[in-house]
């Protein structure tokens, strides 16, 4: 399966972005999805998942409250909408694919996006 992510930008403290993940293949229905973000000088980190069993998004802490995962396995999408978005949110956002569960270590996915660039100024 191949992944395209798109929808970052440049975006002012407390704003808002909607992250989408398209995916190529018709196993998509089957694929966990998980986003990853890695900020320049530190280390790839979980951010959400969603499960391909309707299992619901879980999120990392970090973003608990104000980043909501969804799919839309018609459309072969998963999102990721982001709110009251802070500069320590700047990173590249990266989606990534498996079959079955999911997980929040990036080993763990083997399918991934090029990554979508995300900037929130204070």
């Known amino acids: 399966v191949q992944l395209q992510a798109s929808g970052g930008g440049l975006v002012q403290a407390g704003g808002s972005l909607r992250l989408s993940c398209a995916a190529s293949?018709?196993?998509?229905?089957?694929?966990?999805v998980a986003w990853f973000r890695q900020a320049p000088g530190k280390e790839r980190e979980f951010v959400a998942a969603?499960?391909?069993?309707?299992?619901?998004?879980n999120v990392a802490d970090s973003v608990k409250g104000r980043f909501t995962g969804s799919r839309d396995n018609a459309k072969n999408t998963v999102y990721l909408q982001m709110k009251n978005l802070k500069p320590e949110d700047t990173a590249i956002y990266y989606c990534?694919?498996?079959?079955?569960?999911?997980?929040?270590?990036?080993?763990?996915?083997?399918?991934w996006g090029q990554g979508t660039e995300v900037t929130v100024s204070s």
């Open positions: 293949g018709s196993t998509f229905s089957r694929l966990s």
């Open positions: 990534a694919a498996r079959q079955g569960g999911t997980f929040t270590v990036a080993s763990r996915y083997s399918n």
């Open positions: 969603t499960s391909w069993g309707g299992g619901g998004t």
